[in-house]
């Protein structure tokens, strides 16, 4: 059975009062409960026509529909998620690709520094190559042993567990390598470019 993933960012499972407080970044509070944010309407997608596709500044735009998804090398990951509007949620259960392994089946330009994930409903955010690199950052298709649902982003959506969760993005469709960063959707917005919440990085 594949062991399940940690953060390097987080602990694994703890208990105790003044441990999980250790683990809570500046200015949120604790909850169990799974919130719903979205920037607009949640999407029902037709998995016979889904896809996730890595382009830009690669050789050769690398897809794959569902069911070829699915058969990437997967893990089970246990992470913290801190969102902007102040919850943080500790343990969470995921289970999805490294954008690692993804990134073994393209090669990218040397210029690539930056990243844009974009979705089926149009959103993006951006992201530093090396925020996603290294175990950092995974696609996920489950949650909590069940698939994922479309409210929380199914039927999968990014997930960048040391930074806001609005840097995670729901119903992904892809990631665009570029040479120069380019703001997101909420960045456009006046949220900050990076989103680390043990700095608080919550507004430009």
Same mark, same amino acid.
């Given at each position: 059975m594949t062991e399940p993933f940690v953060s390097r960012e987080f602990v694994g499972k703890r208990r105790g009062g003044a441990e999980k407080a250790s683990r809570l970044p500046p200015g949120q509070y604790l909850t169990e409960d799974f919130p719903v944010l979205s920037a607009g309407? /949640?999407?029902?997608?037709?998995?016979?026509?889904? *896809?996730?596709?890595?382009?830009?500044?690669?050789?050769?735009?690398? *897809?794959? =529909?569902?069911?070829?998804?699915?058969?990437?090398?997967?893990?089970?990951? /246990?992470?913290?998620?801190?969102?902007? /509007?102040?919850?943080?949620?500790?343990?969470?259960?995921?289970r999805g690709v490294s954008v690692d392994t993804l990134l073994e089946h393209a090669e990218l330009d040397r210029k690539a520094a930056f990243v844009t994930a974009f979705t089926h409903d149009g959103y993006t955010t951006n992201l530093p190559i090396a925020d996603i690199l290294n175990g950092r950052a995974f696609v996920a298709y489950q949650y909590d042993g069940s698939p994922l649902a479309p409210e929380h982003g199914g039927p999968a959506r990014?997930?960048?567990?040391?930074?806001?969760?609005?840097?995670?993005?729901?119903?992904? =469709?892809?990631?665009?390598?570029?040479?120069?960063?380019?703001?997101?959707?909420?960045? *456009?917005?006046?949220?900050?470019?990076? =989103?680390?919440?043990?700095?608080?990085?919550?507004?430009?």
């Open positions: 309407p /949640t999407p029902r997608l037709d998995l016979k026509r889904w *896809s996730f596709s890595i382009e830009g500044l690669v050789k050769e735009k690398v *897809s794959w =529909a569902w069911d070829d998804f699915l058969k990437l090398p997967a893990q089970n990951y /246990t992470v913290d998620i801190s969102c902007v /509007t102040k919850w943080t949620h500790l343990d969470m259960q995921w990014l997930v960048v567990p040391h930074l806001y969760f609005w840097k995670s993005a729901k119903w992904v =469709a892809g990631l665009r390598f570029m040479e120069k960063d380019q703001r997101g959707f909420w960045e *456009s917005a006046g949220y900050h470019n990076h =989103a680390d919440p043990w700095k608080e990085e919550r507004y430009s």
